[in-house]
């Protein structure tokens, strides 16, 4: 079975999306996904006029500098500066409070510092605000997983690919929750009914395809 997998945050640029890469284990930290841009600017006038700006009121300028500050925020992650990148995205929240790439970014930096409840709230408070974005979804089953929490995982990752139906890491990483939920079943029943022969091979065939995985 393979590893959760999620999106490699060198990826993170407003609308970038790429491949994945693999986490060694399900309770292992996540690396960060990407996101998709939350609000595209919309096109400048033919005529002159004032600056353009998005329908969540960024001006072309301010949107590039968003993205600079977000892709600098990025690098202080990467690097290892928790409490800069944190600092940083704290300022651009508060500057920008319904864009989502911030928040999301915060909740990869708690990620990797190991601070897998303030990730777990950063994420819960992402979605409640934006339920369309699956790329949350699949960083908080991740989280989730980690923790053992396998049924929790299994729901949001059910919830990201029904908005996004082409999203493949977030089915394979459902695949292994539901792997997983079925390993805890069969592992009961065994323990339940010492008789019982079928089960034992069912968590045989998890078991192995768990280690192929690895």
């Given amino acids: 079975m393979s590893p959760l997998r999620i999106r490699p945050l060198a990826a993170f640029v407003l609308a970038?999306?790429?491949?994945?890469?693999?986490?060694?284990?399900?309770?292992?930290?996540p690396s960060p996904a990407a996101m998709p841009q939350a609000a595209?600017?919309?096109?400048?006038?033919?005529?002159?006029?004032?600056?353009?700006r998005d329908p969540r009121g960024m001006s072309d300028a301010e949107r590039k500098t968003y993205a600079q500050s977000l892709r600098e925020a990025r690098d202080l992650v990467e690097s290892k500066r928790y409490d800069e990148a944190i600092a940083r995205l704290d300022a651009l929240i508060a500057a920008h409070p319904r864009e989502p790439q911030a928040r999301f970014?915060?909740?990869?930096?708690?990620?990797?510092?190991?601070?897998?409840?303030?990730?777990?709230?950063?994420?819960?408070?992402?979605?409640?605000?934006f339920p369309e974005l699956p790329e949350p979804r699949n960083n908080l089953a991740v989280l989730y997983a980690k923790k053992g929490e396998y049924a929790l995982a299994r729901d949001e990752l059910e919830r990201a690919v029904?908005?996004?139906?082409?999203?493949?890491?977030?089915?394979?990483?459902?695949?292994?929750?539901?792997?997983?939920?079925?390993?805890?079943?069969?592992d009961r029943v065994v323990a339940?009914?010492?008789?019982?022969?079928?089960?034992?091979?069912?968590?045989?065939?998890?078991?192995e395809a768990e280690t192929a995985g690895k």
Avoid at 16 to 29: F, N, R, S, T, W
Avoid at 108 to 129: C, H, N, P, W
């Fill in 16 to 29: 970038a999306c790429i491949g994945a890469v693999a986490v060694p284990a399900l309770a292992a930290e």
């Fill in 40 to 52: 595209a600017p919309t096109q400048p006038s033919a005529g002159p006029g004032p600056a353009t």
């Fill in 105 to 129: 970014i915060k909740g990869v930096a708690l990620t990797d510092e190991g601070k897998t409840d303030e990730a777990i709230g950063q994420f819960r408070s992402l979605i409640a605000e």
């Fill in 162 to 186: 029904q908005a996004a139906p082409d999203y493949a890491i977030a089915h394979e990483n459902l695949g292994d929750v539901y792997a997983r939920l079925a390993q805890v079943e069969y």
């Fill in 192 to 207: 339940l009914d010492r008789r019982n022969r079928s089960a034992p091979a069912k968590l045989k065939l998890i078991r």
